[in-house]
Every structure is written in C-alpha cells, then in structure tokens.
C-alpha cells in the first residue's frame, strides 16, 4: 500500500493527505497536539532550506549567468507583480464598495504587537534590509538581505575561473536534491497541518466574521480566477486557465496549509521547472516574488481599512480610494518583512483616514479571529501568483 502511495503524483497524495487530516481531525480530535509535530516539521524544514536555497541559486544562476539568455525577462516579471498587486487593491476596494463591512470594534486591542509607524518606516526597513550582515541575513531569513548579498557576490564571481563556476553549479545541484527530498515528504506534513487546524479552529470561531470573510475570500478568489487570468493571457496570447489551474493546484494547495510563502519557494521553483522556466530566470525570480509579490496581502489591507472607515462613517472619495489602493500596494511588499504580515500594516493604511493606532490594533485583533482562512488563502494566492506570472512571462516571451 506505501509502494502504491509514493507512484502517485504529488499532488494526488497532497489531496488524499488532506481528506484523511479532516478525517482524522473528526474522528481523533484529542490527537491534534501530537499530528501537529508532522506540520512543524515539515514547515521547519521547508523554512530552514529556503533562505540557503535562495542563497546558492541565486549566485549561482548569475555566476554562471550567459548575457541574452534571460536578462530581458525579469523586468516583465516585475512590472507584472506590480501590475497585479495594484489591480488586486482596486478590486478590493469596488467588493469593499458594493458589499460593505461592519466590524464590532469593542474587541480587546493586541497591545504586545507593534505596526510599523507609517508608508515611510516600512521602506527604510526595507532598504535597510538590502545592507544587512549577510549571515544574520540568512539566519534570519531576510529574504531581501540575501538576494542583495546574492546577486552582489554573483555578479562579483562572473570573473571567476571556470572551476568555481562550476563548483557554484555542482553547489547549487546538491541543495536542489536536499529541497526534492524535503517536498517529499509535503504529504505527511500537510496531513498534520490539516488535523490540527479542523481539531482547533473548525468553522464556529469565524461564524461572526462570515460577511467580511466573504468578502476578503471573495475578491482573492477574483483575483486569481478573472484578474490574474486576464494578465496571464494578455502576456501569452493563449487560454490562460490550464496553466492557472494546475499553478494554484501545485503550489496554492500547498501555500494554503503551509500560510508561508518564504516556505513555498521549494515547491515554486520545482513547479517552474516542470513549466519550463529556465533556472536563471525562476532563481530570481520566484525569491523576489515571495518577498514583494503580495496581491493577497494588498487585498487583506485594503478590505479591512475600508471596513473600519464603513464601521466609522468616514466619508470616502474616489480619489482617496486610488491612494489608498497604491498605499495597499506598496505595503504590501513589506509585509513578508513584518511579523504578522498583511495584517500588522493595516495600521498604516488607516492612518490614510485619520484613524487612531488603538482602533487599528483593534481590526488587527479582528484580522487575528479569522485569520485561519483568510491567511492561508491570502498565502495560497500570493505564491501561486509568483510562479503563475514567471511562467506566464516565459511563455509569452518565447
């Protein structure tokens, strides 16, 4: 029975591991403290390997880099997350419009969290993460600090002998092969992920939160079924949806159960490879997109401000409402450098509206209740977008 579990494909055993964590979690609820460590560990390893895989990638893929091979690829790439993460934002704001939130405001505000200060704070720490120690970097797993360090150091090694080049590549092989061993093993952590998270939280912890819910999973759904589709077409000029489809069925699923998407690179560059991305252009360009590609996150932030402007009776314009969705956008990209993520730079965008810090902390408890689905899909969304538009770019290109 193992040998005929491990012939199947990835995903097949992903999606059996999750009926059998739901399964487990009803049957076997008392359980869940001890399913839970098949989670952690797998989170932990995905996390552990992320930060030097992106390191040795990275500076290998440049090292060994051939002028004209794929250099005219990662600005479209670019300009497609920013693209999305804006369009994201705007969708936000006319589901926000049309289907408007009230939120109970009497909830305890998380006085231990602490937002960044404003727009301004969240790009100096993220400039100021570009110079940083490169080993604390990768201890820390500051994504930004080590693409910095890894492209300086790759562009540096260009001069190199072609022995180190090839150590570099050999190097670069070797972590691959560690990674392909750690997805092996997706199955048994996801089955421990989903155990935990229907024993613990279920659905009755979210019943008073179902309309602004709904409407956060609502306009992410949008935006990966008409948004993201639309742009993907526009790049390659074919029916975007067998390609969508099979990006967030191979790395949404595992994004969603993981709610990491520093820990979904792995699957990321293994799904680009399979798509026929070259490795100089998914090295780059899968790391960068889970440090500043956040549509989801753009979607959470803008959500919530409007709701608690709703909640409030601020007025809004449409001007304000433009600002605030390129204000989303830019946060956004912060948000992997932010504990808490998305939710701990909502306050940033309520400052937009005059709202006090102690309200906002108030909506980021409320972000807390039902983060359990909103993080995960927002997660699911922003890494399978990564590799969707790097696909997407590559194909169109070709």
């Known amino acids: 029975m193992f040998s005929a579990f ?17 399964l ?65 934002a705007f969708s936000a704001v006319i589901s926000s419009v049309i289907f408007p939130s009230t939120l109970f405001l009497d909830v305890p505000a998380q006085g231990e969290l602490t937002p960044p ?43 190199a002998s072609d022995q180190t080049k090839t150590f570099l590549s050999d190097a670069a092989d070797a972590v691959n092969k560690v990674i392909r061993l750690v997805i092996s093993f997706a199955p048994f952590g996801i089955f421990g992920l989903v155990a935990v998270t229907f024993a613990e939280a279920g659905l009755s912890t979210l ?11 609502g306009t992410m759904l949008f935006v990966a079924l008409v948004i993201n589709p639309i742009m993907v077409a526009f790049m390659t000029r074919q029916n975007p949806y067998p390609l969508v489809f099979q990006c967030l069925r191979e790395s949404g699923i595992t994004a969603f159960f993981t709610r990491s998407s520093a820990a979904n690179i792995p699957v990321n560059l293994d799904l680009a490879k399979r798509l026929g991305v070259p490795e100089s252009t998914a090295s780059v360009a899968i790391p960068l997109g889970a440090t500043i590609n956040m549509a989801g996150a753009s979607v959470t932030i803008t959500v919530l401000t ?7 009776g601020i007025s809004v314009d449409f001007t304000t409402m433009l600002i605030l969705s390129v204000v989303a956008t830019i946060s956004a990209c912060g948000a992997s450098g932010v504990a808490g993520g998305s939710l701990l730079l909502i306050p940033v965008a309520c400052g937009l509206f005059g709202i006090s810090s102690d309200i906002a902390m108030q909506v980021v408890a409320i972000g807390m209740v039902i983060s359990v689905l909103q993080d995960s899909t927002e997660t699911a969304l922003n890494s399978s977008t990564d590799v969707l538009f790097t696909a997407a770019v590559d194909r169109g290109l070709r």
């Open 6 to 22: 491990t012939r199947l494909s990835l995903v097949t055993r992903i999606i059996i591991a999750i009926i059998l964590g739901i």
């Open 207 to 217: 019943a008073s939160y179902a309309h602004l819910l709904a409407v956060l999973l």
């Open 24 to 88: 487990a979690a009803l049957l076997f609820p008392n359980a869940a403290p001890y399913l839970s460590l098949l989670g952690d560990l797998f989170i932990k390893a995905l996390k552990s390997v992320a930060p030097i895989l992106v390191f040795v990638l990275v500076l290998s893929s440049i090292a060994n880099f051939k002028v004209g091979s794929s250099n005219a690829y990662i600005k479209p790439i670019i300009l497609m997350y920013a693209l999305g993460m804006l369009l994201a």
């Open 117 to 159: 200060g404003s727009l301004a704070e969240i790009l100096k720490n993220l400039l100021l993460s570009f110079v940083a120690n490169p080993v604390t970097a990768i201890s820390e797993a500051n994504f930004i600090g080590i693409l910095a360090w890894a492209v300086a150091l790759g562009i540096s090694f260009r001069h």
């Open 306 to 312: 409007l709701a608690t402007v709703h909640t409030l």
